[in-house]
């Protein structure tokens, strides 16, 4: 490994011999057999291989020395025989070659002046001897499966003549045969104890060993983590046995701890789920509680209005009928109370139209907040719908709402989480945004393009620090906890958006500068699953 500006970076491996990767994928029983018997077995067979060829060449050496022996005491006796050309003589100085079995033949020669070299005795151990016509070169060496041995046959350093003698190599080599034989037998047993050493030290080194990895194959594939390695001596791989077996007593208890542990906050994270289901339905409560609100105060302007105009008509109408009563109606105050009663039934018409729609639009946003039913609508229109519950909050606070977005645009998604959304976004500049008494601006934009809506929602607050920047979806995160914040109303937002929609949203913001969400999602929202 090596590290490369703080990042650890993983150095190539050389390539591996096959040879190698081969043994070191063998289970450590073959691998323990093969180191004990391999080595093993290449040290005896090396050895035996030099022991042979050592009995071999010291064979050869001592045949050519004792052969070469042999010829000078020969040469020696045979020295007079030669000079006085007593073939008699020379035959019976051969003849004693006959006690040495590998001697198969001898000639002597007589050198003559100026001639070739002829032949005085010679010795066969089986049929007469055939006598090359010369010699050859005086010395010893080997021809085939013979020894040669040719020596001069000297008198007072003046040579005579030459001796030569054949000597057969099956002798010597029935000798070797012998040694490697013995040799042989000697690897073999040396290799039975070899393997039977190897055997025993398997038993011994390797027993414990696989016993060990048995035990830890069955703990990774079962967690049984009671189960414990049988111990078969107190040396290095007793301890380490005990070792093991100690390791894993101490998971089993802290597996039982962990279980333990993970059965109690399932308990609890079952619980905080199910508050948090509660909590987020209270948050769409409440909201659909303000949106109940803000539009009973918007009808509560055009009743009022109604119920004032439906009131002068009704004390003009008394008017009316006292003076017919009395009989003194006159024709102007019947031109009046006809006036009177036109403007009254307009007034009490229109402001009675306005709260009919003010009550048929908010009763389309509850049933769509309520239900979360999927359909077709124009996105401008539905979203000055949401907005008309919002006026009141607005009014209040002061601030000046925009929205841009073209009329014609139309979504087929669901339409009670774009309610939340807008309604959360708001209710969220609102509490957070702005300081106390200052008046902002909010706006709301909203394009299609390639089969997407992308729905911004600004203000021009005082944004949102870095460090928060990141946690804000998450649940329960508020900078205003005892102030109007429950930290689930962007957590809302995130889930409707991401989970409802099949969308993404995101944020920027900075201290001072205000905060922009942009919120991305399909014209036609995928199926939910079923």
Partial sequence: MSTVAGDVVATPIAAEPRLWRWFRDLPIRRKLTYLMLVPSAAGLLFAAASLIGNAAMNARANALRDLQAMS???ANNAAAAVAFRDGAAAEEILSALRFKPENEGACLYVAELGEQPSVLASYASGSKAACPSRP?????????????????VLQKDSRLGWLLIRQNLRPLQHALSVQIAITLAVLAASFAATLLIGLGTYRVLARPLLGLAHIARRVSQTH???????KYGNDELGRLVDDFNEMLGHIAQRDGDLRAANHSLEQTLG????????????ERL??????????AHEINTPV??????????????????????RGDLKRSSLEQFITTADEAAEITLKNLQRAADLIASFKQVAVDQSSGERRQFALREYIDEVLLSLAPRLKKYGHALEVDCPAALAVDTYPGAIAQILT????????HAFDAGKKGHLRIHAEAA?????????????GIPQENLGRIFDPFFTTRRGAGGSGLGLHIVFNLVHQLLGGTIDVVSAPGRGSLFTIRFPIAAPRAKP
Avoid: C
């Fill in 72 to 74: 000078l005491v020969v």
């Fill in 224 to 230: 049984e983590f009671r189960l414990r390695a049988q």
């Fill in 136 to 152: 050859g070169e005086p010395g010893t060496r080997q021809d085939g499966m013979y020894l040669l041995s040719v020596t001069e």
């Fill in 450 to 462: 390639n089969g997407w809506v992308t729905l911004t929602f600004a203000d021009d607050g005082r």
């Fill in 424 to 431: 959360n976004l708001v209710s969220n500049a609102l509490v």
């Fill in 271 to 282: 619980t905080l789920r199910e508050t948090q289901s509660q909590l987020v339905q209270s």
């Fill in 304 to 325: 009022g209005v109604g119920v004032t105009a439906a009131s002068t008509l009704r004390d003009h109408a008394r008017e009316l009928a006292e003076s017919y009563a």
């Fill in 286 to 295: 409440a909201s659909l509680g303000s949106l109940v609100a803000g539009v």
